[in-house]
């Protein structure tokens, strides 16, 4: 019953776990932002995407914003005493409605700051809260990032759990990036947003920014690209597939521990058999048929699954909110999971049942009373 009830309650609060995460991660690629296409650099050459590329890519029908990125990983962030670390991104005012950030506090970058070239910054929420402040403490607070102070005039909302890499992020203008870190043989992006018009077709505007990135970047006919394109759809699909390969992984683990669990009740009731021989050429000797014997035993089993699979149904279901806090996902025990562990508990049962009522089924009346 131990067994059954470990598998039991592994099934409910691991398929809770893998559901929590699906759409985490579900959620998070949709918060990226609406109608989005992303390109990124790609194939062999390291820097690909240049500021003219996503001006180009700007002038294009179709396209309603672009933000380009500048990204300067690692970067220590520190307030006074206190000190975090946090890639920088340059960027540009577009990037608010392209990338869909909403402000808990002050406001996003203006086009002003970007063309002045200013040292203000936009925090994430988890890069705010590495410093050991409010949002509204933060704000006009002088923090330095990898050396160079910046004014602090926003802090994001959040878009993920604690450890989504898009929370921990701080923004700047792209032109005080290039200014103070970008590297001296040139400004190559490290990815340029975009944003489609609610009415325009996904796969033609994808298909017109690949052109003119082709055309601009003189790739012969035939050859791959040195940039890679992808849209939002593509991302969630790549997401999802994901989580659903984590989720069946986390149901197999769950699944071989249902399964030792029905290992034990066979050789418990295998022994049974053997102990209570006297006992069933007893009830022969006085009428009980094949079937009777059988079903006793078969009986027996699937009660002991039937009582460890109730009670792990139970726990799993209590247990599967723990767990999924752990793991920083929204885990709850859905009602098709509390089914699927309580059916396969009596699937478990009778099948570890069988054998062992079968063995007792054929035992002859003489043989088992002549044993001890």
């Known amino acids: ?54 001006s180009a890519i700007g002038s294009l029908p179709g396209v309603s914003a672009v933000a380009p990125e ?82 602090v005039i926003g802090v994001l909302a959040s878009k993920g759990g604690s450890t989504t890499s898009a929370d921990n992020v701080v923004y700047a203008p792209i032109t005080t990036v290039e ?34 990135l082709r055309s601009r970047h003189e790739l012969p006919a035939g050859s791959p690209n040195d940039f890679t394109l992808f849209d939002q759809a593509q991302l969630l699909s790549v997401a999802v597939g994901n989580s659903l390969v984590l989720r069946n992984f ?14 034990g009740i066979a050789n418990i009731m295998l022994v049974t058999v053997r102990e209570r021989t006297r006992e069933i050429g007893i009830r022969k000797a006085i009428g009980a048929r094949r079937s009777d014997i059988g079903l006793q035993f078969l009986a027996e089993a699937v009660l002991v699954s039937l009582g460890g699979g109730a009670l792990g149904a139970a726990a799993g ?17 859905s009602p098709g999971a509390v089914v699927v562990a309580f059916v396969a508990s009596v699937v478990v049962g009778v099948l570890a049942g069988w054998l062992p009522a079968r063995q007792a089924a054929i035992l002859e009346p003489l043989t088992a009373l002549r044993a001890e």
Do not use: C, Y
């Open 317 to 333: 279901s209590l247990a599967a909110p723990a767990v999924g806090h752990l793991v920083h996902v929204t885990a709850t025990a």
């Open 70 to 151: 500048l990204s300067i990983s690692g970067a220590p962030v520190v307030l006074r005493t206190t000190e975090t670390s946090a890639p920088i991104v340059g960027t540009t005012s577009s990037a608010a409605s392209v990338r869909d950030l909403q402000m808990v506090e002050g406001s996003f970058l203006s086009q002003q700051e970007v063309t002045r070239g200013l040292q203000v910054a936009v925090l994430g929420s988890l890069a705010a809260s590495d410093l050991g402040k409010t949002p509204g403490q933060l704000l006009g607070r002088t923090v330095d990032v990898d050396g160079v102070p910046f004014r």
């Open 250 to 263: 986390l149901i197999g683990i769950a699944a071989i521990a249902l399964l030792v669990g029905g290992i």
């Open 1 to 54: 019953m131990l067994g059954v009830f470990i598998g039991s309650a592994a099934v409910i609060s691991l398929i809770a776990v893998g559901q929590g995460a699906q759409a985490s991660i579900t959620s998070r690629v949709a918060s990226l932002g609406t109608n989005l296409l992303s390109v990124t650099p790609g194939g062999q050459i390291a820097g690909t995407l240049s500021p003219g590329d996503a």
């Open 179 to 212: 200014a103070h870190f970008a590297n001296p043989d040139g400004v190559f992006l490290s990815a340029i947003g975009i944003s489609v018009a609610p009415k325009a077709d996904m796969t033609t505007v994808a298909a017109e920014v690949q052109q003119a």
